[in-house]
């Protein structure tokens, strides 16, 4: 099926047709662009972008001191190595990914600026059938293609997650999201109110401090940090023996995930004496007599949110230096000028930055349909959280959170290339996960046990998700560790798969 043909629509308009479509040009996609070229040689395929360029979440988010919180050796691919400091900005980010669009070529098989804003799958024709929209120019774009890799990430790019706080109206000032932050932007010896306890307000507060006249950070409960040194002191050692950087890649690799597994296993075995860790760390750097109970110490127990890495603490510098300062407490309301807490202390602000969070976004917003009857994805199961029951030649990559996204990134796209070797071998047209006669008796589940992990933006809109079985096979497990040796093993046999 390696023919991309071009048919002839009857109101003029073109439907071009791919062995494969790709939706969206982030890390995900550029990753499964290069495995599918890598491992399907054969197939015809196109990634489809809605913005003006790749990157996706590293392209949108402009906000000061934008930066990863996870290191670049794990969340940079695995075949293309990281030369850099592990925690990276935006830039560093989007210029390794352009090396890789680069170095293979990727270029000529990614369209910006088109949005897919319909699929339906037809089972007689056994293709989708897609429609979206030029952005630049407003056309409509029809495209067909025999399998969907969505690669279009897990939350809402156009806006982000603001709660509708009573007064918002009545503040005088400015409000922004750090998601939608504007270029021109003046904090400048302004007084700065950043709403927020996560990885972006822990990023923005010591990239805005020296600029602005103070900067405060509201939260209403505090979250875990590690905080270290942006350096990798493997990787420098194995450099300064001139070891290829291949190799440093490589090893660098193993030797933290290793760490992790290690710090994941015991945040569920030992998660108090984790806690006790986590805070000291943070205690190193604010002193004995800082309010850690107050505004460090998290209700939750460590690894149910993200942990965010600290570089050099700097967050901890800033409130330390008196240039920031950190309050906990809950919005009453907004005011002319700023913010009343529930403790009746008003805090006055120029302008209040609500980095509150994400919009969950199921399938890039996309209306699907099978044979044109509308799919709800909360009612379908999730077979290994990247496909759906009754849902035909799909995959959605949905990277790890206590883990490198880009870990999933390259372990799916083995999967996928595999899976589309072996229909090619088998001379089928599409594949469906079903749930077989064991499983059809099986609890369904919400797709994310609270438990395990919890942040707002799955808890707001977990009824828009797929449910989850209690067994492995039904669930997006979070578990690097096991998938990565489960995942190659996976029996493409196996009655879950139903081939046409
Ligand atoms: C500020 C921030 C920091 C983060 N730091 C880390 C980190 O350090 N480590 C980590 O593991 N994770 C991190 N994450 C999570 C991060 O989002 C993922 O790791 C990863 O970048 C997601 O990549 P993606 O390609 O799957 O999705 P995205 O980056 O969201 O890209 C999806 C792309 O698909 C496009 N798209 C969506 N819908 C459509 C459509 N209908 N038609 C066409 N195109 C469409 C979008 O425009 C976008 O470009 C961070 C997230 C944020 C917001």
Redesign the pocket.
Known sequence: MADTQTLEKPAGQKTEHFDVLI???????VGAAYHLKEQCPDKSFVV????ESF???????RYPG?R???DLYT?GYRFKPWTGAPIASAEEILSYMGEVIEENNLNDHIRYG????SANWSSDEQLYRLE?VRTDTGETVHFTANFLWM?????R?SEGYTPDWEGMDDFAGEIVHPQTWPEDLDYKGKNVLVIGSG??AATLVPAIAGDCSHVTLLQRSPTYFIPGRNENELADQLRVLDIDESWIHEITRKAILYQQADFTRRAFEEPEVVKEELLAGVREYLGPDFDMDTHFTPKYLPWRQRIAFVPDGDIFEGVKSGKASIVTDEIERFTKKGILLKSGKELEADIIVTATG?NL?VL???NFSIDDKPLNFADTVTYRGMMFTGVPNLVW?F??FRA???LRVDLLGDFVARLLNHMKAKGVKSVTPALREEDEDMELLPWMDPENFNPGYLMRSMHLLPKRGNKPDWQHTQDYWAEKDELPKIDLDDPIFVYK
Do not use: N, P, R
């Open positions: 939706i969206g040009a982030g890390i995900s996609g489809l972008e809605s913005l990157g996706g979440t590293w392209h949108m988010h934008i990863s919180d996870s969340f088109h949005k897919i804003t979206g690669c279009q990430g897990y939350y790019h990885a972006t994400f976004s890039g917003d996309i990559v990277g790890y490198s996204w880009t």
